[in-house]
């Protein structure tokens, strides 16, 4: 029997281990699709200057049927290899609410070899016995990290850094698995029932941003009816819920509440996997500083883009807020970057989207003016719009329009508004054969 701690095995390779840096797209969940019910969490530890490393926790049921949990050794990973062989240790603890006296015993090996991106195989042994097998694929990989992706948009590319075991510092023994995944975060606790057994639970996905404070509701699902080497009448049901805000990128604070008990605990991040990121959302691109429109109700889409280091599309961690329930005004966001709003205000009012910078844990705000337009102000589309300088007091400018219906109806003496908080008032109109042509005096904002 091996005394200590789960983390001494992850410790010591990340100290010691020396190796060339290799494999690294094996980081993420894998899973045999022809045998759901149990599978495998795969991290690949980046340490630079020293290489590559590789462990992983596998979450089945033994084979009288019991909830089952291993962790392996930490092995290098080399360029030239596509199968390894690791230690699993069995682990035995007092109960849900903490490890307590804890201990990991050596329960056998996992022959583990992959052939080409997603596909690889898992073999679970106690000397020459095999106890199961399986025919695996890479249901999920980690932003940065793996090779599903490929160069297409990372939805989580800025924050996959989260991913990874994390547990209490002064209270090991158990700990929590995050995996951000392209889909969202699934969290995994590895611990033990209020009872002292082997217990594990998984996640739902959560698929919305993650704010530094901001509370993260997930259900969570406790495994059962399966063995072994038979999941075929595994099932999930539901155990309780997960609460999970992340103070920082290495801080976070997680509250179980559930059939075993309450439990909350302050985490530290154990390991990065190798190759992700946690940083600033990236450049965020933007044509005009200030976004202004009509609150009618309309739904507009106003189309950001937010990049990760490599450049590639990552925007799932923007998020609206600040939306005054008194404008009647709901926002939104969608995976390709754009914000969708739909107000209905009798004001002038105004919201902002903010964007988390995990680094500083700051944010970054763009400004949204949400205007009611009183009857007989014209509203313009953006797209209509060739060139326009909002006028000071006192100024008349010229506003050029391309022609259409709506532009070829104004007259003298017609407030016009559009996108970007332009409104002036019409002195003077031409009619060119594409365009048409303003002078236009000033007109404040509040006045309309």
Not at 210 to 225: K, N, Q, V, Y
């Amino acid at each position: 029997m091996v005394r200590g701690t789960l983390i001494y095995i992850i410790l010591a390779c990340v100290m010691l281990c020396g190796a060339v840096a290799a494999n690294e797209h094996l980081s993420g969940l894998w899973y045999d699709p022809k045998a759901p019910g149990d599978g495998f969490n795969v991290v690949v530890i980046d340490r630079p200057g020293q290489g590559s490393a590789l462990f992983l926790f596998f979450y089945g049921y033994d084979t009288s049927g019991k909830r089952m949990w291993l962790i392996s050794d930490t092995i290098d990973l080399q360029n030239s290899t596509s199968s390894y062989t690791l230690t699993m240790y069995y682990a035995s603890g007092e109960g849900f609410q903490g490890a307590g006296n804890h201990s990991l015993s050596e329960w056998g090996a996992l022959d583990f070899s992959y052939t080409n991106c997603g596909d690889g195989s898992f073999s679970l042994r106690q000397g020459d016995q095999v106890m199961g097998t399986w025919n695996a694929t890479q249901l999920a990989d980690i932003p940065g990290a793996g090779c599903l992706l490929g160069d297409g948009p990372r939805r989580y590319g800025t924050i996959a850094g989260l991913s990874g075991p994390w547990y209490k510092a002064n209270e090991p023994g158990d700990g929590f698995n995050f995996v951000v995944t392209n889909s969202g975060l699934v969290v995994f606790f590895y611990g033990y029932d209020q009872n002292g057994s082997l217990f594990w639970l998984i996640s739902d996905t959560y698929d919305g941003p993650i704010l530094p404070g901001r509370s993260i509701e997930l259900a969570m699902f406790a495994g059962s009816g399966g063995t072994l080497n038979d999941v075929s009448k595994a099932q999930l049901s539901t155990w309780g819920s997960l609460y999970l805000f992340f103070k920082d990128c290495t801080t976070a604070e997680v509250r179980l509440e559930g059939l075993d008990g309450n439990r909350s605990v302050n985490l530290l991040q154990l390991a990065q996997p190798h190759s992700t990121l946690c940083e600033a959302p990236g450049t965020i691109e933007l044509s005009e500083p200030t976004i202004t429109f009509e609150g009618t109700g309309d739904v507009r889409d106003i189309q950001l883009e937010i990049k990760d280091y490599l450049g590639i599309s990552s925007p799932a961690n923007m998020v609206v807020t600040g939306v005054d329930d008194s404008t009647k005004a709901k926002a939104s966001t969608d995976p390709n970057g754009s914000v969708r709003i739909e107000a209905q205000t009798n004001a002038t009012t105004s919201t902002k989207i903010t964007f988390w910078d995990p680094i500083t844990n700051s944010t970054k705000d763009l400004p949204i003016a949400i205007v009611d337009l009183q009857p007989g102000t014209i509203w313009i589309p953006y797209d209509q719009v060739e060139s326009w300088e909002t006028p000071l007091k006192g100024q008349v400018i010229d506003i050029f329009l391309r022609s259409s219906p709506a532009t070829r109806s104004l007259t003298t003496g017609s407030i016009i508004a559009a996108e970007g908080g332009m409104i002036a008032r019409v002195e003077a109109f031409t009619e060119f054969s594409e365009t048409v042509g303003l002078h236009s005096s000033f007109v404040a904002l509040l006045d309309v």
